[in-house]
DNA sequence: AAAGATTTGTCCGTATGTATG
DNA sequence: ACATACATACGGACAAATCTT
């Protein structure tokens, strides 16, 4: 039988990361869980085909995010194996949906300006070309750890204080319901995967390099009518999202 | 003002695949349309603030994606910008799905075997540790481009000839029918993006090194009894995975 | 308690890939 | 195409800590 070595040279993404990606992965299958402990530096190198140094490279990576930690002598531990579940569903709230997985979940509102709707943004809230729409920046942490960063567009004659509600409550929902907005529901999804850039790396708190998941949603009151046009980006290796039908 | 490079240095993804990686999404998000152009290499390299031969080499593999082409003198135009939207619902079905996007969507069965339930398997399909299942693995293309690769699992006492069927079908849902299961609703999907390892690679007709978005799904008959698990990778840089909610 | 095996940590050198100018 | 600097990956040798017998 044919070793499969899972890893590839010479494509841009060193072969460090990518072990680091899959043991990262190994972990939050519970691969390790009987024993709580990484296979030895030597076994992996073999498991991968690379030389132990490389793999020493990995697990290095993965110790500098927090999610392992190696003894002289015993071997290397998984200290952390959870993945934020994200919920998307007709009803998505992002507190909510976290709300049993973590103790402490806050947002924070980082930039925020009024601007003309872009052909992009307008299509998205059915608006015309031009008209006023709020762009807010925001961020979101789980127990401390940064989890989503999103951009989000709303119609500024409708919402016109939108900035000032979510920065006192911390919340869209919240702030909807502040302007009279009592319910809302999610009716589209779009979700891509790229590497992050150099914004995302910091305000999530990347290990450089990362990946991110974005989301490409509109929100839309009972009556249908779009309220909110956003983009989140999630560090890809500390959540799934999780659909529901 | 301060420049933003979106790009960062000694991460373990070399900086022409993060330059690569953003053209790529430009592309998609239709920010060339104007023009049907890539910008200059030069000003391309200020952008990102790097030299000209690192954006050289991101184009280059772009251009052996297929996505862009380079002309002396004249400078780089955009061939393709499609990105196929798998629709995720309910009642996800994959031909149907892209039927409007693609001529011709085709599934072609990899390998399979019967195999004992494993712990992960067993919990998903609601079945008891080591009871009979089929493991198939399968790819679509879609106008010739591969688009998925699964590998889907199914209770072999109820559906014993699911590799049959498929091999002479080219469909799950037919499959399902033939062995008298005529309809079937998605019942959860879970979505997670990781760097692609070299076996994805080589089925997907990955340019190496590239993400893929996993969904891991489990479909049940009307009443709610699981009839499939499946693990699916998508090639991240030519899908978005839409959700109908 | 001692010896040997296992496992991580450190140091050397060399070849190739990446990025700049 | 050339030159330069640094990152990546490999290989080997040995030290240090821990576990097993």
Redo the contacts between chains.
């Keep these: 039988m044919v070793l499969?070595?899972?890893?590839?040279r010479?494509?841009?993404?060193?072969l460090?990361?990518?072990i680091?990606?899959?043991i990262?992965?190994s972990i939050s299958?519970g691969d390790y869980d009987q024993t709580g402990m990484v296979p030895p530096e030597i076994k992996l190198a073999g498991q991968f085909g690379v030389n132990r140094h490389t793999v020493r490279s990995a697990l290095a990576?993965l110790a500098e995010e927090g999610l392992v930690e190696a003894i002289q002598g015993r071997g290397t531990m998984v200290r952390r194996k959870e993945?934020l579940?994200f919920p998307?569903?007709?009803r998505t709230r992002l507190s909510q949906g976290l709300s049993n997985q973590v103790r402490d979940i806050r947002s924070r509102l980082l930039a925020h300006e009024e601007l003309p709707a872009t052909a992009?943004s307008a299509t998205a809230l059915g608006l015309n070309l031009g008209e006023k729409l709020i762009r807010m920046d925001t961020t979101s942490s789980a127990d401390g750890r940064p989890v989503s960063y999103s951009t989000s567009y709303f119609p500024a004659a409708r919402f016109p204080d939108m900035a000032r509600h979510f920065e006192e409550l911390g919340s869209i929902t919240k702030s909807f319901a502040a302007q009279g907005l009592a319910d809302y529901?999610?009716?589209?999804?779009?979700?891509?995967?790229?590497?992050a850039?150099?914004?995302e790396?910091a305000t999530l708190k990347l290990s450089?390099?990362a990946?991110?998941?974005e989301t490409i949603a509109v929100n839309a009151d009972p009556d249908g009518v779009p309220v909110q046009y956003s983009r989140s980006r999630f560090a890809?290796?500390r959540v799934?999202?999780?659909?529901?039908?």
Tied chains: 1, 2.
């Design positions: 499969k070595k899972n890893v590839e010479q494509i841009g993404v060193a460090w990361r990518q680091a990606d899959r990262r992965l299958n990576a993945r579940s998307i569903s007709r992009e529901v999610r009716v589209s999804t779009e979700i891509v995967a790229r590497h850039d150099a914004n790396l450089a390099g990946i991110v998941l890809a290796d799934t999202l999780k659909m529901e039908t």
